[in-house]
């Protein structure tokens, strides 16, 4: 249960858009639909903000999408706002009813 | 409004026991299944453990296996976490988190810490 990789950090500008990569392996990322992100702002608990790696729960902004490429899966912000500034992590169904987490990647608006 | 409370967390040395409780409210807790989630100071999530909607069913994260316990008592809408032989590496917060049919943690509690010093 090797943990997913990503970027410890990303910045933009306000307006921008960001990309936030987050590599397994085809025994995770690339076997299955089901990566997660969660955002976690300082001191507060993850939140979920995308599901089987495309789809945004009700009441998450547009602005935020996911697409996966074979053993990577990518969340890109658009329209970057200083709300957005936040820790970051992906999360795939790992088979045999685990679930592995990224690192996490701080965002920073610049 | 769904809420999930944690509690038991505290400060406790290697070796000894410890159990954490999770108080779900505004929803049908026996519908669902029950994930526990970590972090620990200064880095990031870690999945513990998760058990089914009826209590039959429970996995755990290689870390934790043969040490802690994924348990429900769903006559009181609680999902508990005993953790034995704690290590030093146990520190961190516990986070609970309602499970949307094995695809994502769609709504997580505000967690509770454990220490584990000498």
């Known amino acids: 249960q090797s943990a997913l990789t990503q970027p410890a950090s990303v910045s933009g500008s306000p307006g921008e858009s960001i990309t936030i990569s987050c590599t397994g392996t085809?025994?995770?990322?690339?076997?299955?639909?089901?990566v997660s992100w969660y955002q976690q702002s300082p001191g507060q608990a993850p939140k979920l903000i995308i599901y089987e790696g495309t789809k945004r729960p009700s009441g998450v902004s547009n602005r935020f999408s996911g697409s996966k490429s074979g053993n990577t899966a990518s969340l890109t912000i658009s329209g970057l706002q200083a709300e957005d500034e936040a820790d970051y992590y992906c999360?795939?169904?790992?088979?045999?009813?685990?679930?592995?987490f990224g690192g996490g990647t701080k965002v920073t608006v610049l | 409004q769904v809420q999930l409370v944690e509690s038991g967390g505290g400060v406790v040395q290697p070796g000894m026991s410890l159990r954490l409780s999770c108080v779900v409210s505004?929803?049908?807790?026996?519908?669902?299944?029950m994930h526990w989630v970590r972090q620990a100071p200064g880095k990031g999530l870690e999945w513990v453990a998760v058990?089914?909607?009826?209590?039959?069913?429970?996995y755990y994260a290689d870390s934790v296996k043969g040490r802690f316990t994924i348990s429900r008592d769903n006559s009181k809408n609680t999902l508990y976490l005993q953790m034995n032989s704690l290590r030093v590496e146990d520190t961190a917060v516990y986070y609970c988190?309602?499970?949307?049919?094995?695809?994502?943690?769609?709504?997580w509690g505000q967690g509770t810490m454990v220490t584990v010093s000498s």
């Open positions: 988190a309602k499970d949307d049919d094995l695809i994502a943690f769609d709504i």
């Open positions: 999360c795939s169904y790992a088979g045999r009813t685990t679930w592995v």
């Open positions: 505004g929803l049908a807790f026996n519908g669902y299944g």
């Open positions: 085809s025994s995770d990322v690339g076997n299955y639909d089901l």
């Open positions: 058990i089914s909607y009826g209590g039959d069913s429970k």
